[in-house]
């Protein structure tokens, strides 16, 4: 006798064919706990290989359909997985870092240091570059999320609605960095702006400084520092009148701006006798075009940069700045990244790595 062959059992609703779709086949990667093409599918009532057919090739279902899976799309924040029936497991050993530029010195640091201690662990970086005015930051992330890295570490806290509801769709582990908020996304290893404008301000007041001006970029995070410095100087009664003068320009930086931004306050506010700028490449500018016109650093001008890059122990004077351990955010970004691949809870999900003014000849 033929062997008894049992029948096959019926088909759940979401594994049924619909406008003529094929069953769902078995064996598909699990999620990693982010929101999948099933959630999508069952949100809007069709099948999974109808889902598919919908996002891939519109043309092959309904108007009707396509536009439930549109809907549920909208709702839940899912973007394609680009990666998905291409790889045996569900990792990518990639890190997606995401930096306003990649010619800024100032991000250098924590880059190298992200590269070499997630080399050291196995996984390789994905850099991207999303700009100062965050114009590109949403497809940019969207590209990421597609190709589904092990991990994505943020320059700045994610402040767009819908770039951060499809980084919490998407289940995968997200490091903020170069900023601080009570509400990460997930993790976060910052510092504080306003806390640096703050601190700078008085710095500058406890060593005599009467009149304070500002050199700073147009980016969020500058503002922020400049603002506060700003705030905190008036406080003092560092500001020759009822504010002080600030010298916006765009970013990144450059030393030319810096030699401008002197010029320009100096013939709207002659008796300044210190500023702070948000950059060591402004600060620089400012330097020089101070020595072009015989301005002496610091006995009638005080300079404070930011960033403390290699140069500003070089100069003469040396630059005061402010210093940023870009080595430990990049050191506690990756491991946050490495721990959470590898299932193991992250205990203490928000780090303040403060940081140091600098003191040297400058100011």
């Not at 999508?40 to 090739?57: H, K």
């Not at 400049?226 to 504010?243: C, I, K, P, R, V």
């Not at 970013?251 to 931004?261: E, I, N, V």
């Amino acid at each position: 006798m033929p062997p008894h062959i049992p029948p096959t059992p019926p088909e759940s609703r979401a594994d049924s064919p619909e406008d003529g779709a094929e069953p769902r086949r078995r064996g598909s990667r699990k999620s990693a706990g982010g929101i999948t093409l099933r959630d999508v599918a069952q949100l809007a009532g069709v099948a999974p290989i109808t889902a598919s057919r919908a996002l891939n090739t519109p043309s092959a279902v309904s108007p009707k359909v396509l536009q439930k899976v549109r809907d549920a799309v909208e709702r839940t924040g899912y973007v394609p997985n680009l990666l998905a029936g291409g790889l045996a497991s569900n990792k990518s050993r990639l890190v997606a870092v995401v930096v306003p530029t990649v010619i800024g010195p100032v991000f250098q640091e924590i880059v190298h240091t992200l590269t070499e201690t997630l080399a050291a662990a196995g996984y390789q970086v994905m850099l991207g570059q999303s700009g100062y005015e965050n114009s590109r930051e949403d497809a940019l992330l969207e590209a990421i999320i597609g190709r589904r890295p092990d991990g994505v570490v943020l320059t700045g806290i994610m402040r767009s609605a819908e770039a951060r509801k499809r980084l919490l769709a998407s289940g995968i582990p997200v490091v903020e960095t170069w900023d601080l908020t009570p509400t990460p996304i997930d993790m976060l290893v910052g510092f504080s702006h306003e806390n640096i404008g703050r601190e700078v301000a008085r710095y500058l007041h406890a060593a005599g400084r009467k009149v304070v001006a500002v050199v700073g970029g147009r980016d969020e995070r500058s503002r922020r520092r400049m603002d506060s410095f700003a705030q905190e100087s008036a406080a003092l009664g560092m500001a020759a009148g009822a504010d002080v003068a600030m010298h916006h320009v765009t970013a990144p930086t450059t030393l030319g701006q810096g030699r401008k931004g002197l010029a320009d306050l100096l013939e709207r506010q002659p008796g300044i006798d210190a500023i702070f700028c948000s950059s060591d490449l402004l600060a620089l500018g400012v330097m020089i075009e101070a020595q072009s016109r015989g301005i002496r650093i610091p006995e009638q001008l005080a300079v404070v940069g930011f960033g403390d890059l290699e140069f500003s122990r070089d100069l003469q004077p040396q630059l005061t700045t402010v210093r940023i351990d870009g080595t430990g955010i990049g050191q506690r970004a990756a491991r946050f990244i490495i721990d959470r691949a590898a299932g193991i809870e992250v205990a203490e999900r928000i780090v303040d790595v403060g940081f140091s003014i600098i003191r040297r000849e400058s100011a």
